[in-house]
């Protein structure tokens, strides 16, 4: 691994904890934002992360709430919020030596989906792909229509609230744009193999829209 360290992102608010891993000097770097009760040790994000990187992409995984902002529990669907710590992510990448020339993406579950549509619309030259996964990006509002990050948007089968949301954004996103479906699979795809999939569904799109020198 060419970079694989715990990092602190400076805030006004205070500092993010975070974890960069790179596995090569031009790798595509990917940032997590997740919702509420997740973070950087998260299972589930881990898992995804390590399909990302034996596909060659770096990681961020981020930890978008304090443990007072989950204590206060009044955060978690503060979109504004979610979203300015995630441009202030893009931003810190873009200063690091490291990380500076290399194409990044997005990678939401639940309202950190919705936070991830936000930012890639503020920091249209920054993001290069987002992929939501479970996400809620209804809640980024106005901002679909300014995504100009190609979108894949990845639904349980079953989870069929999330799924009507996720139909209506689709038609309201500006970007290039796909919605994926797996059959039999809830919220949380805990069903065996569903993450499986949504890992390889993540690595496939950023592999296409992060490679070096090829960034859409």
């Known amino acids: 691994?060419?970079?694989?360290?715990?990092?602190?992102?400076?805030?006004?608010?205070?500092?993010?904890?975070?974890?960069?891993?790179?596995?090569g000097r031009?790798?595509?770097?990917?940032?997590?934002?997740?919702?509420?009760?997740s973070g950087r040790h998260s299972p589930r994000n881990r898992s995804v992360a390590g399909?990302?990187?034996?596909?060659?992409?770096?990681?961020?995984?981020?930890?978008?709430l304090t443990a007072e902002d989950e204590r206060r529990g009044d955060f978690r669907f503060d979109i504004p919020l979610l979203a300015g710590r995630l441009a202030a992510t893009v931003d810190w990448l873009?200063?690091?030596p490291a990380t500076r020339n290399n194409p990044l993406g997005l990678f939401g579950a639940s309202t950190g989906a919705a936070a991830a549509l936000v930012a890639a619309a503020e920091r249209p030259a920054a993001v290069?792909?987002?992929?939501s996964r479970g996400g809620r990006p209804d809640l980024a509002g106005d901002a679909l229509t300014r995504?100009?990050?190609?979108?894949?948007?990845?639904?349980?089968?079953?989870?069929?609230q999330v799924l009507e949301l996720n139909e209506a954004a689709m038609s309201?996103?500006?970007?290039?744009?796909?919605?994926?479906?797996?059959?039999?699979?809830?919220?949380?795809?805990?069903?065996?193999?569903a993450l499986d999939r949504v890992a390889g569904l993540a690595t496939d799109w950023f592999g296409r829209h992060l490679a070096p020198g090829g960034a859409t």
């Open 1 to 23: 691994m060419f970079v694989d360290e715990d990092v602190r992102i400076p805030l006004d608010t205070g500092p993010l904890d975070a974890h960069l891993a790179l596995p």
């Open 26 to 37: 031009n790798s595509g770097v990917v940032v997590f934002a997740h919702g509420s009760g």
């Open 51 to 64: 399909a990302l990187h034996d596909g060659g992409l770096g990681t961020v995984l981020l930890d978008l």
């Open 94 to 96: 873009a200063d690091q």
């Open 128 to 131: 290069h792909a987002v992929v």
């Open 147 to 160: 995504v100009q990050a190609p979108t894949l948007l990845v639904v349980g089968g079953l989870d069929e």
């Open 172 to 193: 309201r996103l500006g970007a290039s744009k796909h919605l994926e479906i797996v059959p039999g699979a809830t919220h949380l795809f805990e069903e065996p193999g």
